[in-house]
């Protein structure tokens, strides 16, 4: 640990020597950073798949998609809009800014520490590495130990294909976090469990360092009407709970089902498992494994001890393999429903109605994502404004939490701070607020010097008065 946090020290007094000299700030140079990334993406998708492939079994397909065509889409949506989000926004004018000029400025942070998370050890590191090269600012990054072929392979990588003095990677394990987070940066993007979310935020806490937390806090849940499409219902919740082994922050942790649906869409999970992954999902192609031997006995505890197995259920400890399951008869004190659960494991609650749901939901933590299925609309309006949670998506799963033009993020116990796209920029950005002053009007301004006059006062009344009634605010000269 000594060693690592001498490196991680040299490392950001690099970065900090590279920011402060201005290196990262101008356009030009992130616009090729950004193409540089790209390229990167490109030019090593094999090295990439063989990565992700000995990590989590997980299928070219699923890496192609879910990893390295979403960072691209990031990277390049930065590089067609970053001229129009680097220009300073002019603010509304009123009666005592006339003359002037208000301007909103952003100007980057600094050195920042973006912590990724194994689940998805591509996107989750390179999609806020896009937000802070587009906001000008010099970076650390540092993988999880969970992928170590894919974290290696960013740390091999990256500094062929970026600039060595403004972008660094770190093979820090999460026990060591704290310590480097207490180095000091100007801000800390983490993303993983709750736990390991607070430490992170203890440890920023002691040197004032703001941080933006994505943390797979609460259970995300999955409501499906009575009134809904059952076999597309059943076909976009197989694919959101089984992609990559069910090892997401962002699918559906559990379905709450009406009592009237139950049957058919038990039924018809069975059916898409079986069209998904055939009758033996250890031999599909198109099926993951779990990222280490600790998740495996985890999720197999806890899927042993709650509910009763509907389909699946099978367990193969030497290859990390476990079925993809689903769980009935599940209630809210199993212990399935109590942990976060990285894993190919749905449980299914059964609901008498919307009101029963709503509740249910709003009892427990915020999540991230909340997923309700019903050609309802009314239906749909209900649980997306009766229940808080950082995202919410209607007749499908985890999209929501992929695109560019929406900001992701969490809220309460699944964390805090968004990103994707344009509020990537923003999180790593400060909005500077300027007011440029024009030294003509000296003739009004005199009002507001000492000595204090009522004639004085009496004139600043009457026209904060003027502006309030024409602009809805008020506005002392």
Request: aromatic residues 8%; negative net charge.
């Amino acid at each position: 640990m000594k060693t690592l946090l001498l490196e991680c020290m040299e490392l950001l007094k690099r970065a900090r020597a590279a920011f402060q000299a201005g290196r990262a700030f101008d356009e030009s140079f992130r616009q090729v950073q950004l193409e540089a990334l790209v390229r990167m993406l490109v030019e090593h998708e094999c090295d990439f798949v063989d990565a992700l492939g000995r990590d989590l079994h997980k299928p070219r397909f699923e890496t192609v998609v879910s990893e390295l065509i979403l960072v691209k889409n990031e990277a390049l949506h930065a590089i067609n809009n970053l001229k129009k989000w680097m220009e300073p926004q002019p603010v509304e004018r009123n009666l005592t800014t006339t003359l002037d000029e208000c301007l909103v400025v952003c100007e980057p942070l600094g050195v920042v520490l973006i912590v990724g998370a194994w689940c998805s050890p591509v996107q989750l590191c390179l999609v806020p590495l896009v937000g802070a090269i587009a906001a000008g600012n010099c970076v650390i990054l540092n993988p999880s130990e969970c992928s170590s072929h894919t974290s290696e392979l960013l740390h091999h990588l990256i500094p062929s294909y970026l600039d060595n003095e403004c972008y660094h990677v770190t093979l820090a394990g999460v026990n060591d976090l704290a310590e480097i987070v207490d180095l000091k940066f100007d801000h800390v993007f983490f993303t993983g469990n709750r736990e390991d979310g607070g430490r992170v935020a203890q440890a920023a806490a002691r040197t004032l360092t703001p941080v933006t937390l994505v943390l797979g806090g609460g259970k995300n849940p999955c409501y499906v009407d009575q009134q809904c499409d059952i076999p597309t219902t059943a076909r976009r919740i197989t694919w959101a709970r089984f992609h990559n082994a069910g090892q997401s922050m962002v699918a559906p942790d559990y379905v709450l089902c009406h009592a009237e649906a139950k049957a058919q869409l038990l039924q018809a999970l069975r059916c898409c498992l079986l069209q998904f992954y055939g009758s033996d999902p250890q031999e599909s192609r198109s099926f993951g494994r779990i990222v280490n031997l600790e998740n495996v006995h985890r999720t197999t505890d806890l899927l042993r001890r709650s509910g009763k197995v509907a389909v699946g259920g099978q367990v193969n400890e030497a290859d990390k393999y476990i079925a993809p399951t689903v769980l009935c008869d599940v209630i809210d004190s199993d212990p399935i429903m109590q942990q976060e659960v990285f894993g190919p494991v749905l449980p299914i609650l059964t609901v008498n109605s919307i009101d029963e749901a709503i509740s249910f939901i709003s009892r427990r933590e915020k999540p991230l994502c909340v997923y309700a299925y019903s050609s309802n609309s009314k239906v749909i309006s209900r649980l997306m404004s009766e229940t808080s949670s950082g995202s919410f998506c209607s007749n499908d799963s985890v999209l929501q939490s992929l695109m560019v033009v929406l900001p992701f993020g969490g809220v309460g116990a699944s964390g805090m701070g968004s990103y994707h796209g344009r509020y990537s920029f923003d999180t790593f950005s400060h909005r500077k607020s300027c007011l440029l002053r024009n030294s003509c009007i000296e003739c009004v301004t005199y009002l507001r010097y000492p000595p204090y006059e009522e004639r004085n006062l009496s004139l600043m009344t009457w026209a904060s008065s003027l502006s309030q009634k024409s602009q809805g605010w008020c506005q002392i000269l």
